[in-house]
């Protein structure tokens, strides 16, 4: 069974950093993407960033990050990363971790083509 494990969430002030990390493990076949999602209160669920987990690990942003958040991932450790700068209190939403296991390009972002979801880290931001 497909787990994901987040950590690092957190609380800080506007234009602080945070770095989330997702554990992955349990699969028999390497998910095709990983993905960071958020949820706020009365919002729905939105993409963050997504990044094939293939050799070109091209990665894929929501307007609202670009230039600030970083995905990457480490493949020897079945893992993920957040990494977000220049933090807004806009960015304040629960983030979970997913991962597909077949998805095009074109819908690297969108949640409900997701599979597998971590438990979710909270974000804060304050200004």
């Known amino acids: 069974q497909v787990q994901l494990v987040e950590s690092g969430g957190g609380s800080v002030q506007a234009g602080g950093s945070l770095r989330l990390s997702c554990a992955v493990s349990?699969?028999?076949?390497?998910?095709?993407?990983s993905g960071w999602f958020r949820q706020a209160p009365g919002k729905e669920r939105e993409g963050v960033a997504a990044?094939?987990?293939?050799?070109?690990?091209?990665?894929y942003y929501a307007d609202s990050v670009k230039g600030r958040f970083t995905i990457s991932q480490d493949p020897a450790r079945n893992t993920v990363f957040l990494q977000m700068n220049n933090l807004k209190p806009e960015d304040t939403a629960m983030y979970y971790c997913a991962a597909a296991r077949v998805v095009t390009s074109r819908e690297a972002l969108t949640h409900t083509r997701y599979n597998y979801w971590g438990q979710g880290t909270q974000v804060t931001v304050s200004s």
């Open positions: 349990g699969y028999t076949y390497r998910p095709t993407y």
């Open positions: 990044i094939y987990t293939g050799l070109s690990s091209t990665p």
